[in-house]
């Protein structure tokens, strides 16, 4: 027998058995061992459809993983997580390599809002990542470390048309310059910053322009920037909420960042159905119901979709005595068919969004949703705080359109794009200048 073409088979028989078998072949006058064949043959025939006729193993594919280019970020005046949320969400693959980013450090003085940050965005493989909870400074700024992105919403209360608006001249106001001066020691690779569409006529536009030169020559190497009034109804998100944002590239890199087509130009998403589809749980987080008083709920029965406590046909004792302008806001109630007007995290009574149907006020959750927050990210606070933290928030969908366009950017992949409706060069002033109604705070009685 040809050794080449067979392979050694041994097995172990209790002694008997063995001497019993060995008794049994010599007596046939065969060897043990081609007796043993034989019977593994006669085996095999017996049992072939069920084993030899079974179908080839598939090996499982492996994926080979993408390679990574990660882009570290850091958040200051981080805020409940809007920005943040929309990052980790954000994510390209091309040509096997991945872009995406990861946060390394957040920053905010407000107790509830960096709970709700650290709850809901902290890094899980770095388990000392923590919100840094202070006051920013001079200080704080020298210890943060180097990001390849720095994002910043730098506070909007100054430069809020709901407000007195004193822009650089207010308490607020001047805190973007803590972002500049981060900028200058660490030169990170971009700058992404947020704020309201008021902050372009504050100070007599003086102060919009100030903070877009400073951010355009900071750092090593300056800044190529795009700056853009977005108008988050045109990217998918159910409410009217316009903001300036201001993308910067570092100078060196040769990178153009080009503001992202809308996706919807003419059908809206409504308010109606980002509340209702699907339904909010009953037991779900920061879903709270107000508790409206008679005179509340007796004006909103007066009061029609769309309509506020202006242009709603009230009954004497129900229309209001107020003090100062007459903000469009004041218990108006959504239009179900269209984008819900702005949601602000403060002001008194009549401020607080209602019901397109019932006579009530919109809970958090229902908030939340028109800033696109899912479900099951859980805002820490009390009602008023979680109110404040919902409404100074970026909706999450509408961002990532922008930081997934700097993925692209950096990846050098095309993408739709269309022209700035914002003019940022340093002997003019940007042109877009919106008037409001929105002046100051009133007093409701």
């Not at 027998?1 to 028989?13: A, G, I, P």
């Not at 407000?110 to 899980?124: A, V």
């Not at 006529?201 to 100030?210: D, P, Q, R, V």
């Not at 809970?363 to 404040?388: W, Y």
Request: proline share 5%.
């Amino acid at each position: 027998m040809d050794k080449e073409s067979n392979s050694k088979f041994q097995f172990r028989l209790p002694n008997d058995l063995s001497a019993d078998f060995k008794l049994a072949c010599q007596q046939l006058g065969v060897k043990p061992s081609e007796k043993l064949r034989d019977l593994m043959t006669l085996f095999l025939e017996k049992y072939e459809n069920e084993i030899l006729n079974r179908e080839p193993y598939v090996f499982p594919t492996i994926e080979k993983k993408p390679k990574v280019n990660q882009f570290t970020i850091g958040e200051m005046y981080c805020g409940p997580g809007g920005i943040a949320l929309a990052a980790k969400k954000s994510k390209l693959v091309v040509k096997g390599k991945k872009y995406c980013f990861e946060h390394v450090w957040a920053t905010d003085n407000h107790q509830d809002t960096c709970m709700t940050f650290q709850t809901n965005i902290s890094n899980k493989r770095n388990k000392d990542f923590k919100v840094i909870c202070d006051d920013i400074s001079e200080n704080l700024v020298n210890k943060l470390p180097y990001v390849d992105g720095f994002l910043y919403g730098f506070p909007c209360n100054d430069f809020s048309s709901v407000g007195e608006t004193k822009g650089l001249d207010g308490n607020y106001g001047p805190l973007y310059s803590y972002g500049v001066k981060y900028i200058n020691k660490n030169n990170p690779k971009f700058i992404f910053a947020e704020n309201v569409s008021g902050i372009s006529s504050a100070n007599s536009g003086g102060a919009f322009k100030k903070i877009l030169d400073e951010l355009k020559h900071a750092g090593r190497h300056g800044y190529e920037l795009t700056t853009h009034l977005y108008k988050f109804e045109e990217y998918g998100i159910p409410q009217a909420r316009h903001r300036y944002i201001i993308v910067g590239i570092r100078k060196d890199l040769k990178l153009k960042f080009k503001i992202p087509k809308p996706p919807i130009l003419n059908r809206f998403k409504n308010c109606k159905d980002a509340i209702t589809e699907p339904p909010i749980k009953s037991d779900c987080v920061n879903h709270e119901f107000t508790k409206q008083s008679t005179n509340v709920v007796e004006r909103l029965k007066h009061i029609k979709p769309g309509e506020n406590a202006w242009t709603a046909d009230l009954p004497e004792n129900l229309k209001l005595n107020v003090k100062g302008a007459k903000l469009s806001m004041i218990y108006k109630r959504l239009d179900p068919e269209k984008p819900a007007y702005t949601i602000t995290g403060s002001g008194g009574g009549g401020t607080h969004v209602y019901h397109w149907i019932e006579n009530r006020a919109l809970t958090n959750r229902e908030r939340a949703r028109l800033q696109t927050f899912p479900d099951d990210f859980i805002f820490h606070g009390s009602k008023e705080s979680v109110r404040r933290q919902i409404g100074m928030a970026v909706p999450v969908d509408g961002v990532r359109y922008i930081l997934e366009a700097i993925l692209k950017t950096f990846a050098n992949v095309k993408y739709e794009s269309i022209e700035s409706n914002t003019e940022i060069e340093s002997d003019d002033f940007p042109l877009f200048n919106q008037p409001t109604d929105l002046e100051k705070m009133v007093t409701v009685e």
